[in-house]
């Protein structure tokens, strides 16, 4: 039986009111530390940028030129452009660092990524069929959805995700699985949606394949081959950390039926049971932006992330309450748990008489939220 269903109405009332105390306490609270926090880390992304991209030229120091652009890339897309996108900093009225102008070294536009990601993934979160991060439209990474023979696929393609992450995160808006496995969407509907997205591949291709080599002259074999290693560090890393938030095993997931009605308790328990987190010391939570605290992000998405781990022994405490899970472990647990789902879940499943969230035990949740 999924935790869901063992909450009372009052429960999940209670859980709301104890959640929503610590948003409005933290949100009270910001003011000059957190802008010291981001401004800091921006300069320090803007000087490994600089120092990698230099040292990019020179020989003997390729490799610490790939470590320190890649770095670059991942505090880019992890710390500072998914955190201002989500508008965690739009308190400092700074148009660097607001969400409704700030765009990433990513091949994604920041339009199509607040739709899916802020909109579609943080409002139904592991919820099937509205939530398009179960799976990415490629993998199977549910049992209730329905086995075909392009999921025996499930792993070399996850392999293939995780090297091109940025890349299928780009064109996730297009939801090309509509047009290419269940025709369900137009080849020129597909070529309109496409335009926007093709403008930022060209300019994130064309600033790392064209550009950057050019400038270096006779060391230009250096600087392309150097860009692919520090992309690639940069889609492997952020890929592993989301998958890692999402997918391990006790990680639920609930179908469509659980957000009808939703009251602001039930979102905040379907948010902390759709999430896992892992642990690490500083330098591993800056480098995935925070999101080994993903309960947390998943419960306060607009704080800023810097600030999950001072929330994360206060949230722990409200599950062990209320009887709920507080699913973390080491980042390698993690990783186990989520590739021998993925392996599982290539086959077809043998499912039991397992009740799901949402469906036949919430005769104690309210019909109106």
Known sequence: MSYYNTLKTEQFDQIGEQFDAIRKEVLADLGERDEKYIRGLVKRQRQLEIAGRIMMMLPPTWPLAVAALGTSKILDNMEIGHNVMHGQYDFMNDPVLNSRDFDWDSADTAKNWKITHNHEHHTYTNVLNRDHDIGYGLLRMSDEQAWEPRFLANLPLTVLLHTFFQHFVAVQ????????????????????????????????????????????????????????AANLM??????????????????????????????????????????????????????????????????????????????????RAICEQHGLPYNTGSFWRQSLSTWKRIARLSLPSFKGNKPQAGNDDRQDLPLAA
């Open 234 to 315: 940069r889609n492997v890393w952020a890929c592993a950390v989301i998958f890692n938030g999402h997918f391990p095993e006790e990680v639920e997931q609930f179908p469509e039926s659980v957000v009808d009605n939703e009251s602001r308790g039930q979102w905040y328990v379907r948010q902390l049971l759709g999430s896992a987190n892992f642990s690490g010391g500083r330098l591993m939570h800056v480098m995935s932006g925070n999101l080994s605290f993903q309960i947390e992000h998943h419960l306060f998405p607009d704080l800023p992330a810097h600030r999950y781990a001072e929330i994360a022994p206060r949230v």
């Open 173 to 228: 808006n297009l939801k090309l699985e509509e047009v290419l496995v269940y025709k369900t969407k137009t080849r020129d509907q597909l070529a309109e949606d496409f335009k926007p997205v093709w403008k930022k591949l060209r300019k994130q291709l064309g600033k790392d394949y064209l550009l950057f080599p050019l400038l270096a002259g006779p060391f230009a074999p250096l600087v392309f081959v150097g860009n692919m």
